[in-house]
């Protein structure tokens, strides 16, 4: 608790730090300009769309919106929501903690041209990242007439939109743990197996307890990109009612057919989720800053 | 030599299991599937690939989204600055909360982004109503395409400036001001100056999310061809008319763009780290 406390108090000296010193304090009429602008353009550009978003959604009373969630077609989105990124998540989980223990725990040459790779579905347009999936596996593409012949459906099915959100979700979590493991080193995991524990106990009684906030954060962000992809799934979905609609492409659909409410219905419990992200992702600042503390008041003599 | 030092370092296990999954998924994943747009472009003959990069319809969408995407990025520096300059230098009420946010456009579904800025922004919205008869019209023209491309890219400004802003030490500002600088002689000459690569980079990466946005812009934008259709919709437009190699060959393009800015920000995030780590 009283650790708590310093944390916090550390923070607030942070600006306080700054106004304190003259050489570093701005004129009471400097500050109050750049806050207004500042905050005039945050309360513009973000808080004014959050809060649309669940005005516009209760518009109409709550009976409206909860009709508009348990609708059969509302359901299966969100059903299909979660089986997308319930298998997405995971295979981008276990290819973060391996590309990360890879790039971080040994040298070889080439390293930061992976990196380079790994970072690339940042950089590509949501568009393209579903695009690449119709052209190998669509009608016309490289294993379409295979696919066919097979009676295998990936394109406009369920399979195309598992791979585009896997895609498009691909860096979060090594990118989360690469950094945090490169300044952990690798005595600690050296030192386990010097005093006789197997591979994966060294994994899991040293290596995991080390990342686990960093992997918390990654995954949830992963997490919050694969629900609300729209892009990359609208390209490979073919928009089949009922079938192959997630929550953001059935929130389209209903926008397009004038439902707004049920559109900004469907919407708040994707904001909703934001909203969940943006907590746990301040929590887990909180909690790594902490374990900042303490590791160096320990050091400290 | 260093092989022998690769060898020295292999007293941990699962090199080789996390090196070749981490290679074959990421082949499988994402380098094999990008490069049938590669594959696919080149098997066009050049007449093919030019008509279909440079029709007056998709150099039009390139003028939009490559003007609107700049504009946005320069207004996202601007205020990304001010706002990482306020969250590291004042204390205001709700500080916390402000911080928390600024992330929003990461977690917000793009969709959930893109209707609601149009019901802001709409004739009748909330904004929109009072913009009309002024005469401003924002939504479904390319000042819409605008608006949702500054909401997606404000975090990467922030989020890029105020670790280099926390880290800057006082003392050189200190100096600054036992040598007779004003405050504002300091923060121009001697503050802006360090922190211009990390406000270079914030600006490449809104600049290269603005390019390649899709979900937050078509529900405001209108979609009218020539006046305020953007490049990722052209690509899904050919697609929807089975124009596959039109499609292709646009997104071509679109790639080569992403390359070219990946290589700018990669160097951009290596000054910023250099800079910032000779000044402290």
């Given at each position: 608790m009283a650790l708590g406390a310093t944390t916090l108090g550390d923070t607030r000296s942070g600006a306080a730090r700054f106004e304190a010193n003259t050489a570093t304090r701005d004129p009471p009429w400097v500050k109050a300009a750049i806050l207004a602008g500042a905050l005039g353009f945050f309360v513009l550009f973000l808080l004014l769309p959050l809060i649309a978003v669940f005005v516009e959604s209760l518009r109409r009373g709550w009976q409206v919106y909860l009709a508009a969630l348990v609708e059969p077609d509302a359901l299966s989105a969100i059903w299909l929501t979660l089986l997308i990124a319930g298998i997405a998540v995971p295979l981008n989980l276990v290819f973060g903690v391996a590309a990360a223990w890879a790039i971080t725990k040994f040298d070889f040459p080439g390293k930061q041209l992976l990196i380079t790779f790994i970072d690339l579905p940042f950089s590509v347009s949501p568009v393209i990242a579903g695009l690449v999936f119709v052209l190998v596996f669509?009608?016309?593409?490289?294993f379409g007439p295979w696919l066919i012949a097979n009676d295998i459906k990936i394109i406009f099915a369920v399979p195309g939109m598992v791979l585009a959100t896997i895609f498009v979700t691909f860096p979060f979590v090594a990118r989360e743990l690469i950094p945090l493991m490169q300044t952990q080193g690798r005595d600690e995991e050296e030192a386990a197996l010097v005093l006789g524990a197997s591979g994966w106990q060294m994994f899991k009684k040293v290596t995991l307890p080390n990342i686990k906030w960093a992997l918390l954060y990654g995954v949830i962000l992963c997490n919050a990109r694969a629900m609300g992809e729209f892009g990359a799934v609208s390209v490979v979905s073919g928009h089949i009612r009922g079938q192959t609609n997630t929550m953001p492409l059935h929130v389209e659909i209903l926008y397009n057919e004038y439902q707004f409410t049920a559109a900004f219905a469907v919407a708040s419990l994707l904001a909703l989720l934001a909203l969940v992200t943006l907590v746990v992702k301040t929590y887990v600042e909180w909690r790594s800053a902490q374990v900042a503390t303490v590791a160096t008041e320990g050091e400290a003599p | 030599m260093l092989m022998a030092h690769v060898r020295?370092?292999?007293?941990?296990?699962?090199f080789g299991l996390s090196l070749g999954f981490t290679l074959a998924y990421l082949s499988l994943i994402v380098l094999i599937p990008l490069s049938a747009v590669f594959l696919r472009t080149s098997a066009l003959s050049f007449e093919a690939f030019w008509q279909a990069v440079s029709s007056p319809r998709v150099v039009a969408s390139y003028r939009l989204s490559f003007g609107a995407s700049l504009l946005a990025a320069a207004i996202n520096t601007v205020f990304g600055f001010l706002l990482a300059w306020s969250l590291v230098r004042y204390r205001f009420p709700g500080k916390r909360i402000v911080d928390a946010l600024i992330d929003l456009p990461f977690a917000l579904p793009t969709a959930v982004a893109g209707i609601s800025l149009t019901a802001l922004y709409a004739q009748n919205g909330w904004l929109g109503q009072f913009l009309e008869p002024l005469g401003i019209k924002i939504a479904f023209t390319p000042v819409g395409v605008l608006i949702a491309l500054i909401f997606i890219g404000l975090p990467f400004v922030v989020r890029t400036v105020q670790p280099v802003l926390e880290d800057l030490d006082t003392e050189i500002e200190e100096a600054a001001a036992c040598l007779g600088a004003g405050r504002l002689q300091t923060v121009r000459r001697v503050v802006l100056p360090t922190l211009l690569p990390a406000l270079l980079t914030g600006f490449a990466l809104a600049f290269a999310r603005a390019v390649g946005e899709y979900g937050s812009v078509i529900f405001i934008a209108g979609n009218l061809p020539m006046v305020s259709e953007i490049t990722p919709l052209i690509i899904i437009t050919k697609l929807e008319q089975y124009d596959y190699t039109g499609a292709t060959a646009v997104a071509a393009v679109m790639l080569v763009v992403s390359f070219l800015l990946l290589l700018v920000i990669n160097g951009l995030q290596g000054w910023t780290d250099r800079r910032s780590a000779r000044v402290r």
């Amino acid at each position: 608790m009283a650790l708590g406390a310093t944390t916090l108090g550390d923070t607030r000296s942070g600006a306080a730090r700054f106004e304190a010193n003259t050489a570093t304090r701005d004129p009471p009429w400097v500050k109050a300009a750049i806050l207004a602008g500042a905050l005039g353009f945050f309360v513009l550009f973000l808080l004014l769309p959050l809060i649309a978003v669940f005005v516009e959604s209760l518009r109409r009373g709550w009976q409206v919106y909860l009709a508009a969630l348990v609708e059969p077609d509302a359901l299966s989105a969100i059903w299909l929501t979660l089986l997308i990124a319930g298998i997405a998540v995971p295979l981008n989980l276990v290819f973060g903690v391996a590309a990360a223990w890879a790039i971080t725990k040994f040298d070889f040459p080439g390293k930061q041209l992976l990196i380079t790779f790994i970072d690339l579905p940042f950089s590509v347009s949501p568009v393209i990242a579903g695009l690449v999936f119709v052209l190998v596996f669509g009608a016309q593409g490289w294993f379409g007439p295979w696919l066919i012949a097979n009676d295998i459906k990936i394109i406009f099915a369920v399979p195309g939109m598992v791979l585009a959100t896997i895609f498009v979700t691909f860096p979060f979590v090594a990118r989360e743990l690469i950094p945090l493991m490169q300044t952990q080193g690798r005595d600690e995991e050296e030192a386990a197996l010097v005093l006789g524990a197997s591979g994966w106990q060294m994994f899991k009684k040293v290596t995991l307890p080390n990342i686990k906030w960093a992997l918390l954060y990654g995954v949830i962000l992963c997490n919050a990109r694969a629900m609300g992809e729209f892009g990359a799934v609208s390209v490979v979905s073919g928009h089949i009612r009922g079938q192959t609609n997630t929550m953001p492409l059935h929130v389209e659909i209903l926008y397009n057919e004038y439902q707004f409410t049920a559109a900004f219905a469907v919407a708040s419990l994707l904001a909703l989720l934001a909203l969940v992200t943006l907590v746990v992702k301040t929590y887990v600042e909180w909690r790594s800053a902490q374990v900042a503390t303490v590791a160096t008041e320990g050091e400290a003599p | 030599m260093l092989m022998a030092h690769v060898r020295a370092h292999r007293v941990l296990p699962g090199f080789g299991l996390s090196l070749g999954f981490t290679l074959a998924y990421l082949s499988l994943i994402v380098l094999i599937p990008l490069s049938a747009v590669f594959l696919r472009t080149s098997a066009l003959s050049f007449e093919a690939f030019w008509q279909a990069v440079s029709s007056p319809r998709v150099v039009a969408s390139y003028r939009l989204s490559f003007g609107a995407s700049l504009l946005a990025a320069a207004i996202n520096t601007v205020f990304g600055f001010l706002l990482a300059w306020s969250l590291v230098r004042y204390r205001f009420p709700g500080k916390r909360i402000v911080d928390a946010l600024i992330d929003l456009p990461f977690a917000l579904p793009t969709a959930v982004a893109g209707i609601s800025l149009t019901a802001l922004y709409a004739q009748n919205g909330w904004l929109g109503q009072f913009l009309e008869p002024l005469g401003i019209k924002i939504a479904f023209t390319p000042v819409g395409v605008l608006i949702a491309l500054i909401f997606i890219g404000l975090p990467f400004v922030v989020r890029t400036v105020q670790p280099v802003l926390e880290d800057l030490d006082t003392e050189i500002e200190e100096a600054a001001a036992c040598l007779g600088a004003g405050r504002l002689q300091t923060v121009r000459r001697v503050v802006l100056p360090t922190l211009l690569p990390a406000l270079l980079t914030g600006f490449a990466l809104a600049f290269a999310r603005a390019v390649g946005e899709y979900g937050s812009v078509i529900f405001i934008a209108g979609n009218l061809p020539m006046v305020s259709e953007i490049t990722p919709l052209i690509i899904i437009t050919k697609l929807e008319q089975y124009d596959y190699t039109g499609a292709t060959a646009v997104a071509a393009v679109m790639l080569v763009v992403s390359f070219l800015l990946l290589l700018v920000i990669n160097g951009l995030q290596g000054w910023t780290d250099r800079r910032s780590a000779r000044v402290r």
